[in-house]
Every structure is written in C-alpha cells, then in structure tokens.
C-alpha cells in the first residue's frame, strides 16, 4: 500500500512543474487526435520508447551513479525472446513480455555480481564487453535467426490482434507505449521514495560513507540494475512486435546502449525528468536530420556527426544537462 | 602434418600482436597521465589508416613511405583533440568524460562515411605486396605484416625510449604519477597532457598506416579495435606501457585462436570441434578475455593504478 502512495506521490516537485507536466501528459494523449504524418507518429513512439529506455538506464546510471553502456544487450533479450515465443509456439505478447523480463533480469543477476565489484571506467567497458559477446552469440545461433535475425510478419495474424499486438496503424502502438510510459514514471516515482532509491544516492555521493553506514552496497546496485532491466526488456519486447524486424545490429549494438545513456544525460541524470527531456530532444533531432540532411539531400552520416558534436558540446560545457541549466536558472532567480 | 596450423597461427597471432601493442600504447599513455578512457582511440586509427591509404594512393608513394605524415597528422588530431575539448571534458564527472570521448568517436567515424563512403578499400600497390617470406614447414609469412610488425616493435621502441631517457619523457612520467605534486615543481601538466594525447594519436595513426597494408578500411573499423586496445591495456594493466607490449601479443594469440582449435581438432581428430564456428567467434575470446581479467586481477599484469 504504501509503495502504491509513494508512486502517486508527486509533492515534492514544485507546484510549476506538475502544471507543464499534466499539460504535456495531456498534449501526449491527445495527440493522435490532430492531423499528423506517419513518419511524426513514428517519431512520438521512438521518442516514447527511449524515454523509458533512458528511465531504465537513470535508475542505475543517474540515481546510481553507475555509468551502464551495456543496455542494448537487455533490448535485445526481451525483442527476441517475444519474437521467438510468437513465432515457434505462438506464445502472445502479454505472456512472452513478463517472460523476456524474467530472462533479462536473470541475466543481469548473472553478470551484475561480478560486474558490480568494478567501478567508473572498468564497470563501463566490461558492461560493453558482455554487451557485445552475447551479440556475437546472437549472430550465430539459428534458434534466433542467427545473423538474418527474426521477421515477423503481420499477414499471418489477422490484425489488430491485441493479445499478440500486431496492428497495422500506429495509432494502437501508440497507445500501447503510452501506457507502458505512464506506468515507467509512477515505477520510478516509487524507486525515488524507496528505501533502496535513498542507498543508491547516498552511494553516487560517497559510496564509502554508504557502506559505512550499514547499506549493502554491491546487493543494492545489483536490485537496482535489475530493475532498470525489467524496464529496457519490456520496452525490447515491444520493439519486436512493432518494428518487426529483428536483427542482433539493430537491437544490440554499441550506438543503442550509448543511445540510451545519452537520453538521460542530456536531459540531466538522476532527475525523473531528465531522460524524457533528452528523449524529446535528442529522438526528433535525430530522425529529422536523418531524413532532410541524411536522405534528401544525399548527405549519408552528417546527422551522426552533428550528433556527435552535439554530445561533445553537452559533455564538455554541461555535463548535468538541461535540467543542470534550468535548476541554475532557478537558483539565480530566487 | 597439422603442425604448420599451429606454427602459422602462432605466428600470425605475434605479429598481429605486435601491431596491436602499437594500438594500445596510446590509449595506455593517456589513461595513465590522465585518467581518462578514450573511447575515440579507434578512430584515430581509422585516420591513420585512410591517410595512409589516401597518401599512397594520390600520390603513387610507397605505402611505408607515408608513416610520417601519418604520424604527423595524429599528433596534430591529438593535441587539437585536447586543448579544444578534452581540457573542458577533465573537469566534468566520469560520466561526461566517458560520454563525451563517445561524441569524438561518433563525429569521426561519420565524417569519415561523409567523405569517404562506407566501402572497404584496400592498399593493392608497394613493394612488398603480394611476396611473402617461407620460414620453413610450409609456413608462409606476407612481406607486408613482417614489415608491420617489425616497424612497429621500432616505433614502440622508440616511445618507450623517450618517456624513460628524455626529459621530458620523465616530466610525463611524473604526470601521470602525481600531477600535483608534478605542478608544484614547475611541470607544465597542462602541456604534459596536450603531449600524451599528441604521442597517444601519433603512435596509433602509424599503427594504422602500417595496417592498411593487409586490412581494408570502412569508416566502422574503429570499433574493434577500441575493444582490442582496451582489452590489451586492462590485460598489461591500466598505464603501464611495458604491461601494453607483453598483453599485445597476448591478445594477438586470443585473435588466432581459431587456427589453434583447428590444430586441435585435426591432430586429435576430434570431429565435434570442427563443426564449432570458431570463425564467427573471432573477436568474442576477447571480450570475454577482458572481462575475466577486470574480475580475477583489476591491476592487470604491470598495474600500478587503480
């Protein structure tokens, strides 16, 4: 009960704030309503889809401290554990969801133990490095289409099909990912108020205090990080039934974990805002670019390398993102 | 006989290793004068093999020819790479710094695609193209991967030589050991890093420049090295730069270790292992490799950092 009182309980941010955040809340319910292309649909639902990549990733890398860039690997759990469920045994896409969850977190508690006992630097690239062995795995196992990857393929269910979610109009995926969206925010509302949300920021502040105080550090980083799983596996999971391609360099690869950090970091990590700041810039940016300069103009690259610089610029002048920039402005004016 | 599996393998995996000694020497030096993880490393080797590539083409110059102006040019990427924005990049939190090498990463690799195109190309001209030396055993060795092993144990040596004999080898030294205490005794740090970066970019453009000899480059090249290089330096134990040569030809072997399971499974002809695809497995042995030497010896082999 009372976790279910701490998810819905928003006092803590200004009254502002919670005004432009049920109008936005509101703008993105509505918004299938106005006259949109296809290709802005697309957009709102990969905007939808890192944001709660990037809330997954904020628990363990804002709150935590703890620089994951291995998420990718759990994106491509629970894409291809849906996508082989429905297509060897036709299992629907609410039973294969909790089951790839299920799996990732397993996994995480499998190589978070000894990957917990690295930090900064060293915790970074190993979580790279098992990113990519399992990819290499994947790219060779013929259960899962080895390097051909999986197509599911929407003639043979009958659409829309709600258990499988497979539709043909992206107006039910939005819904569906707007759902999951909501449910992220009151998730991590509650991680915010838990016990286990206040050891992991004393951890980010002086990890060395925080054992001394009591708290079990590594336990609490593993639960953490098993938690931000749950949250990328379930949105992989989705990403199998909509994009309904899927291939270990789409889901898996290194561009897709740092991705996914990006989005909270330059949004402002360790903020519940954050990750859905960077996602409403940095998503839009980046399909835009890729199709005026990328596409149209023949430019094959240039919107990575304005991307690129772009990350550069946050890092080396803003390291804690635009939410960084607007609490400051706040603080002057008060 | 199965042997000439094992002896080729054994030393195609030297002499790679070799190479990849050079590759990591950078990354090696940067992280112990400074601390930071650069994740653009491999993509200063992409520079190093295109201006290699590019120099020798446009101008018709022998491909070995060219590893001075490659080194010139990742000197000058290097330094400009730090006093431009790595500088800005050490005051920040971890996180920034790491995300922040990522940007470099992703602004090279694709203006690399802008210009060039994601096609592999290759150098098909030189002297030594195409010959290829016997060592007996029905082993034979390409001309153009001695060359490049051997150039770079010399360019290796040579670094080591001036970080241990020159002056101001022993200033960088005293950097990465303590830069205060280092500031405090009149070193400029400040330039001490710019020149880490500078020896950082050169020694792995001309790693690339003698790469481009026998391996295509694409503008995605970089990566697998990277990892390489991180393995390597996690392996000889993070800034040490004798630790960087011993883990080199370490890793080399991990690379070849197909051809070892090959000669396995043929000497003891054991059918299931030849049915394994090794092959696909390449480069996993090494992610694996780092991830079992971060757990079992976080210092590496000649660690002194942690």
Avoid at chain 2, 143 to 166: E, H, P
Avoid at chain 2, 268 to 277: C, H, T
Wanted: charged letters at 10%.
């Amino acid at each position: 009960m009372e976790a279910l009182r701490n998810a819905f309980d928003f006092s803590d941010f200004p009254k502002k704030d919670l005004v432009v955040a049920a109008c936005l809340a509101a703008v993105l319910l509505i918004f299938p309503l106005f006259p949109h292309s296809s290709f802005a649909m697309a957009t709102m639902i990969q905007f939808l889809m890192f944001s709660i990549y990037g809330m997954g990733w904020n628990a363990i890398g804002g709150y935590g401290g703890q620089v994951d860039l291995g998420k990718a690997q759990y994106v491509g759990i629970g894409a291809y554990t849906t996508a082989v469920m429905l297509l060897r045994w036709d299992v629907p896409f609410w039973l294969s969801m909790p089951i790839g969850m299920a799996i990732a977190v397993g996994w995480s508690f499998v190589i978070g133990y000894p990957l917990f006992k690295l930090k900064g630097h060293y915790f970074a690239i190993a979580t790279i490095a098992t990113s990519l062995v399992l990819k290499d795995l994947f790219e060779v196992w013929d259960l899962v289409g080895a390097a051909r990857g999986l197509h599911i393929s929407p003639a043979k269910y009958p659409p829309p099909d709600f258990l499988r979610l497979i539709f043909r109009e992206d107006i039910y995926y939005y819904y569906v990912i707007l759902g999951f969206f909501f449910l992220a925010i009151l998730v991590i509302n509650w991680f915010r108020h838990s016990r286990l949300g206040f050891q992991l920021r004393a951890i980010r502040d002086n990890e060395d205090l925080a054992r001394s105080l009591g708290i079990n550090v590594h336990w609490a980083k593993i639960k953490t990080y098993a938690l931000a799983t749950a949250f990328v596996s379930a949105v992989g999971s989705f990403h199998a039934v909509y994009i309904k391609n899927i291939e270990p360099e789409d889901t898996m690869s290194l561009d897709i974990s740092v991705l996914i950090a990006l989005m909270a970091m330059l949004g402002g990590a360790g903020s519940l805002w954050g990750p859905i700041i960077g996602a409403s810039i940095l998503i839009p940016l980046k399909s835009y670019l890729k199709e005026w300069l990328g596409a149209k103009a023949g430019l094959i690259g240039i919107d990575l390398v304005i991307y690129g610089v772009i990350i550069m610029l946050v890092s080396a002048l803003e390291p804690r993102g635009i939410w960084g920039i607007v609490e400051r402005a706040r603080r002057r004016s008060r | 006989m199965a042997t000439d599996v094992l002896v080729s393998s054994l030393v195609a995996g030297l002499m790679i290793g070799m190479v990849l000694s050079l590759v990591a020497l950078g990354l090696t030096i940067i992280f112990g004068v400074m601390d930071i993880v650069n994740f653009a490393h491999g993509e200063f080797l992409m520079v190093g093999m295109y201006t290699g590539l590019l120099v020798a083409q446009g101008t018709g110059m022998e491909p070995l020819m060219t590893l001075p102006i490659a080194a010139v040019v990742g000197f000058v990427l290097g330094v400009m790479c730090y006093f431009f924005f790595v500088k800005f990049l050490l005051r920040g939190p971890m996180v920034a710094q790491l995300l922040g090498t990522f940007g470099l990463m992703l602004f090279l690799r694709n203006l690399a695609l802008l210009f060039f195109g994601s096609e592999d190309r290759a150098i098909h001209h030189g002297l030594l193209v195409g010959k290829s030396l016997s060592i007996g055993m029905g082993v034979m060795i390409p001309a153009t991967k001695l060359a490049a092993a051997a150039l770079s144990v010399a360019s290796f040596g040579c670094v080591w030589l001036f970080i241990n004999r020159s002056k101001t080898g022993k200033a960088l030294q005293a950097t990465a050991l303590n830069a205060q205490g280092a500031r405090y005794v009149g070193i400029p740090t400040d330039r001490m890093n710019g020149l880490a970066w500078g020896i950082g970019g050169a020694t792995v453009t001309i790693a690339g420049a003698l790469l481009v000899n026998f391996w295509a480059v694409n503008p995605y090249v970089g990566l697998l090295f990277t990892m390489l290089a991180f393995t390597i330096v996690a392996l000889g134990g993070f800034g040490s730069v004798p630790g960087a040569f011993v883990a080199g030809l370490v890793v080399g072997i991990i690379t070849e270790l197909p051809g070892l399971w090959d000669f396995v499974s043929i000497s003891l002809d054991l059918r299931w292992m030849s049915k394994v695809p090794m092959t696909s497995f390449k480069y996993t042995w090494v992610y694996l490799a780092y991830f079992v030497i971060m757990l079992v010896s976080p210092r590496g082999l000649f660690g002194w950092k942690r």
